[in-house]
């Protein structure tokens, strides 16, 4: 007869080795998917619940932050009439030079409803899928900055890389002097923009977006602002840390872009 | 059963919030600890299995690291030393949060700061956890 406690380093070791083998056949990318499929409405309830608690702890805040808005609201207001002006003049000249309308994206708005459970990747689960033609590669934004992209869907979930993540790599240019650099996600410490020519003129305080180059995101999204400056440890390049403009860390509404 | 229950409902809350607390880390060191190694070691297995699902990790790093603190605390305790009281629990708790971070380091190639909160708030809360999810689970599971 075999004794647990004699045997216990051939049976630890032989279920370790059953264990990822076999993980590695289940915990497939499309497994995992269609599980966080049927955990939605659980995961939906837990995150709703958190959310309330947030905002109601933060009742005061929000008063005061609503009292800014409104002021600003009348400003914007103000903004918004010259922008019809300019829109309509935009329109005629449009017109005038035959400029045909390219494809407007629509946005899917999209609530976050998990996170990864060891905090060590930067990846969210949102509750919008294939059902909502959400899309493998979509850019999802937040307020109105670069939020990350849509690299798992199943029929009504789907995973989205954030742009902290160690694994997200994509181009962006300086909006003020078009430099162009590859934009890498350090975690909590916001987004580095690598391969930055020496000679470069940015600064603290550069608008960063997107490039447009190979394919990751289209042109023009904002992603952040330079906080600050250095040479690479090589020599041949500058560096710059970008602090994104959305909060990752408080990332709660998300719009796909479709 | 009610143990796999509150490791379930746990994981959700720890998925949807941002806490500092690893709670399935937690509940295998505490499988390891009270139950034994090879408890330490399904239950670990369990927990892998349900992080796997949630995370984006390679798969197979979740289930090896979480059955593995939960094997090494119950050999820990069966064959070297443990003394059932606060200390010991937290300081199980600590060193076992500390393996399983280093090892995830280790794998990943990638490191957090931000983790030495994480182990830190666990550690101080494992005691009173371990309490709770005690008196609620029999010693057969």
New interface residues.
């Given amino acids: 007869m075999i004794k647990p406690e004699k045997n216990l380093p051939i049976i630890v070791v032989l279920i370790f080795i059953a264990a990822i083998v076999l993980s590695s056949q289940i915990f497939s990318s499309e497994f995992r998917i269609k599980t966080l499929d049927i955990f939605r409405i659980p995961l939906r309830i837990i995150s709703g619940s958190v959310y309330t608690l947030r905002d109601m702890a933060s009742f005061k805040e929000k008063l005061m932050e609503n009292k800014l808005l409104r002021e600003n609201l009348a400003n914007l207001e103000k903004e918004l009439l010259n922008s019809k002006e300019a829109a309509l003049e935009n329109e005629r000249l449009r017109k005038l030079l035959d400029f045909k309308e390219s494809n407007k994206s629509k946005f899917v708005p999209a609530l976050v409803i998990a996170r990864d459970p060891s905090g060590l990747n930067d990846t969210v689960i949102i509750d919008r899928g294939k059902k909502d033609k959400i899309e493998k590669g979509m850019i999802v934004i937040s307020g109105s900055g670069l939020a990350g992209r849509v690299i798992e869907t199943g029929w009504r979930i789907s995973r989205v890389l954030l742009i902290t993540d160690y694994d997200s790599t994509f181009s962006g240019i300086a909006e003020r002097t078009r430099d162009e650099g590859a934009i890498s996600g350090n975690m909590r410490a916001g987004l580095i923009m690598k391969y930055l020519d020496l000679g470069c003129d940015v600064k603290k305080g550069d608008k960063i977006i997107t490039s447009g180059l190979y394919g990751v995101f289209e042109k023009g999204i904002l992603i952040g602002e330079v906080i600050s400056l250095e040479a690479d440890s090589t020599g041949l390049y500058m560096n710059a840390a970008v602090k994104p403009n959305v909060d990752i860390r408080k990332l709660e509404e998300v719009l796909v872009v479709r | 059963m009610i143990l796999f229950i509150w490791i379930i409902i746990l994981?959700?809350?720890?998925?949807?919030?941002?806490l500092?607390i690893?709670f399935?880390g937690l509940f295998a060191i505490f499988a390891g600890l009270k139950k034994g190694?090879?408890w330490g070691?399904f239950i670990g297995?369990f927990i892998?299995?349900f992080?796997?699902?949630?995370?984006?990790?390679v798969?197979?790093l979740?289930?090896?690291l979480y059955?593995g603190i939960g094997?090494v605390a119950g050999i820990i305790k069966q064959n070297i030393y443990y003394r059932e009281g606060v200390i010991m629990d937290f300081l199980f708790s600590f060193f076992g949060m500390l393996l399983f971070?280093l090892a995830?380091f280790a794998f990943?190639r990638?490191a957090?700061?931000?983790?030495l909160f994480?182990i830190i708030f666990s550690s101080i809360i494992s005691p009173l956890f371990f309490k709770l999810i005690d008196a609620d689970t029999p010693s057969e599971l």
């Fill in positions: 994981g959700f809350l720890q998925s949807a919030t941002q500092s690893n399935l190694p090879l070691l297995i892998g299995g992080a796997e699902i949630l995370s984006s990790q798969s197979g979740n289930l090896t059955s094997l971070y995830y990943t990638t957090q700061a931000g983790v994480t």
